[in-house]
């Protein structure tokens, strides 16, 4: 079984900076893509940004410029660096990953448990 557990959300002035960190746990034998969306109130969940296992990233329009992705895969996690935030970023932000488990070499799609961060105006 694999988790993953977000950090790093909360509550920011429009213009300011957070970021938010992944960690992938238990019995994994490798991630492939890990990537982060979002859903803000009343909204369907948003692709935010993705980053291949060889280090490939793509994002969306919207935060292209101010977020950046990246991982550590000696550590399993992945990071979503977020500056000059907008009140329109405001949403719950999740952490996705496919993984390859151990043992049974089965490809799992995780999603974490998800952070809110707000931007105030």
């Known amino acids: 079984q694999v988790q993953l557990v977000e950090s790093g959300g909360g509550l920011v002035q429009a213009g300011g900076s957070l970021r938010l960190s992944c960690a992938a746990s238990?019995?994994?034998?490798?991630?492939?893509?890990m990537g982060w969306y979002r859903q803000a109130p009343g909204k369907q969940r948003e692709l935010v940004a993705v980053i291949t296992s060889g280090g490939s990233t793509n994002y969306a329009d919207s935060v292209k410029g101010r977020f950046t992705i990246s991982r550590d895969n000696a550590k399993n996690t992945a990071y979503l660096q977020m500056n000059s935030l907008k009140p329109e970023d405001t949403a719950v932000y999740y952490c996705?990953?496919?993984?390859?488990?151990?043992?049974?070499?089965?490809?799992?799609?995780?999603w974490g448990q998800g952070t809110l961060v707000t931007v105030s105006s």
């Open positions: 996705n990953a496919r993984i390859t488990a151990g043992g049974s070499r089965a490809t799992v799609n995780a």
């Open positions: 238990g019995s994994i034998f490798s991630i492939n893509a």
